[in-house]
Antibody, heavy 125, light 108 residues
């Protein structure tokens, strides 16, 4: 079945970097985008960025520019999200999600239809 | 960037109630609007995309409407498993997507 399996939880000190992985299975990895979304404790969903496994194109939310890098490894159908210069307020559950599209007239609608279970990243000294 | 707001931020309802949640975009987004449900400790799940298209497998008591800047999610008859937090998301600007702040639906 279609699934995204994420790497395990991480504990990091302020200033460090973290790299979260997301392994896809059950579908053609290069045919769908991957988005990364995070959720701080007790807070809402925050979209971080998107990448295309097909050509490596990325778009990052303004807030994370310069601190985040999203990459893919097509040989293993795995997406990675690296966040640098960690702060305590980066403590959150990080999700990857598959981006799907649907055509409607002249429009191409994008949505996230399969999600990983999340990776907890804790930043603390 | 396009900003999303939702109302109410929370609501209390009973099983069988009709529930409506509103989402508003800071500028027109046509029908580029998705709805997700999230239960505590779980990943979000897609309910509706393109403002009104029900995702496969989602019960028909869920429906979405709207276009431009104003959208609604309606649950026609609330079930026990529907108590959760609901998020809207705009995907108008390709590659720059944003979520609303969420609406928590709990038991009255």
């Amino acid at each position: 079945q279609v699934q995204l399996v994420q790497s395990g939880g991480e504990m990091k000190k302020p200033g460090a970097s973290v790299k979260v992985s997301c392994k896809a299975s059950g579908y053609s990895f290069i045919s769908y985008g991957i988005s990364w979304v995070r959720q701080a404790p007790g807070q809402g969903l925050e979209w971080m960025g998107w990448l295309s496994p097909y050509n490596g194109n990325t778009n990052y939310a303004q807030k994370f520019l310069g601190r985040v890098t999203m990459t893919t490894d097509k040989s293993t159908s795995t997406a990675h999200m690296e966040l640098r210069s960690l702060r305590s307020d980066d403590t959150a559950v990080y999700y990857c999600a598959r981006g799907n599209t649907a055509a409607g007239g002249d429009h191409l609608y994008y949505y996230m239809d399969v999600w990983g279970v999340g990776t907890t990243v804790t930043v603390s000294s | 960037d396009i900003q999303m707001t939702q109302s109410p931020s929370s609501l209390s309802a009973s099983v069988g109630d009709r529930v409506t949640i509103t989402c508003r975009a800071s500028e027109t987004i046509s029908s580029y609007l998705n709805w997700y449900q999230q239960k505590p400790g779980q990943a979000p799940e897609l309910l509706i995309y393109a403002a009104s298209t029900l995702q496969s497998g989602v019960p028909s008591r869920f429906s979405g409407s709207g276009s431009g800047t104003d959208f609604t999610l309606t649950i026609s008859s609330l079930q026990p498993e529907d108590f959760a937090t609901y998020y809207c998301q705009q995907t108008y600007t390709m590659g720059i997507f944003t979520f609303g702040p969420g609406t928590k639906v709990d038991i009255k």
